[in-house]
T-cell receptor
Framework: GAGVSQSPSNKVTEKGKDVELRCDPISGHTALYWYRQSLGQGLEFLIYFQGNSAPDKSGLPSDRFSAERTGGSVSTLTIQRTQQEDSAVYLC???????????????FGNGTRLTVT | AQRVTQPEKLLSVFKGAPVELKCNYSYSGSPELFWYVQYSRQRLQLLLRHISRESIKGFTADLNKGETSFHLKKPFAQEEDSAMYYCALSKNSGGSNYKLTFGKGTLLTVNP
C-alpha cells in the first residue's frame, strides 16, 4: 500500500513569503507528526496530532508556524513570512494507535526540502 | 520532560570492527525506546524497539534503566551500515499523549 506522501518534495521561496506543506498519512493512521530535520540540529519535533485530541503544538518554534489536520487525515503545515533559518527538510510521519493508547512505530514520508532565499 | 541525548554527532569505524552508538535518556516514568535509521536517499525508518528484544541487521540494543541508556551495538560493522541513526523515546503510560522524542542523531560511516 501507499506510504506517507508529502508535497511538494522541494520548495524554494523568497524570504517573507508564506508556504504550505502537505502531508497525506497512511490511511487509518490516527497519529500524525511533523518534524524538522536540519544539519546540526537533528530531528526537531514540531507538532503532533492524535485522533480527536487537541494537538501538541509545543515544538512549534514561533507563531509563524501553524498546522492543521482536516478530517483526521491530511495535514498542512503553514509557515508565514518565511525566514532563512526556516530552511530545512520538513518530515511528516504517521502511526496507528494500538491498544491502551500506544502507537505503532512511525512511518515517515520523504520530506519537503524548503529553501528560503 | 523527556529528553534523548546522543553524544556523538559523527562516528567512523572500519569494516569488521565493532560499533556502538550511544544513547542516554531522561524520563521519570517507564519509557519505550527505539532506534530509527536513515540510509542515503531513503526515508527514515524504524530499526528496532526495545520491547521487541530482537536483532535487526545484526544490531542489538539493551535498555539499561540504571544507567538510563539504550546503546546500539553491532559486533562486526558492514559498509552498508553507513547511515544516520536516531535514538527515540516515548512515554509508556497509555493514554493519548504519546509523543516520540528524538535525539540529534549520529552519522555512522563504515570505511572499507
Amino acid at each position: 500500500g501507499a506510504g506517507v506522501s508529502q508535497s511538494p518534495s522541494n520548495k524554494v521561496t523568497e524570504k517573507g513569503k508564506d508556504v504550505e506543506l502537505r502531508c497525506d498519512p497512511i490511511s487509518g493512521h490516527t497519529a500524525l507528526y511533523w518534524y524538522r530535520q536540519s544539519l546540526g540540529q537533528g530531528l526537531e519535533f514540531l507538532i503532533y496530532f492524535q485522533g480527536n485530541s487537541a494537538p501538541d503544538k509545543s515544538g512549534l518554534p514561533s507563531d509563524r508556524f501553524s498546522a492543521e489536520r482536516t478530517g483526521g487525515s491530511v495535514s498542512t503545515l503553514t509557515i508565514q513570512r518565511t525566514q532563512q533559518e526556516d530552511s530545512a527538510v520538513y518530515l511528516c510521519a504517521s502511526s496507528l494507535e494500538l491498544d491502551w493508547g500506544r502507537n505503532s512505530p512511525l512511518h515517515f514520508g520523504n520530506g519537503t526540502r524548503l529553501t528560503v532565499t | 520532560a523527556q529528553r534523548v541525548t546522543q553524544p556523538e554527532k559523527l562516528l567512523s569505524v572500519f569494516k569488521g570492527a565493532p560499533v556502538e552508538l550511544k544513547c542516554n535518556y531522561s524520563y521519570s516514568g517507564s519509557p519505550e525506546l527505539f532506534w530509527y535509521v536513515q540510509y542515503s536517499r531513503q526515508r527514515l525508518q524504524l530499526l528496532l524497539r526495545h520491547i521487541s528484544r530482537e536483532s535487526i541487521k545484526g544490531f542489538t540494543a539493551d535498555l539499561n534503566k540504571g544507567e538510563t541508556s539504550f546503546h546500539l551495538k553491532k559486533p562486526f560493522a558492514q559498509e552498508e551500515d553507513s547511515a544516520m541513526y536516531y535514538c527515540a523515546l516515548s512515554k509508556n503510560s497509555g493514554g493519548s499523549n504519546y509523543k516520540l522524542t528524538f535525539g540529534k542523531g549520529t552519522l555512522l560511516t563504515v570505511n572499507p
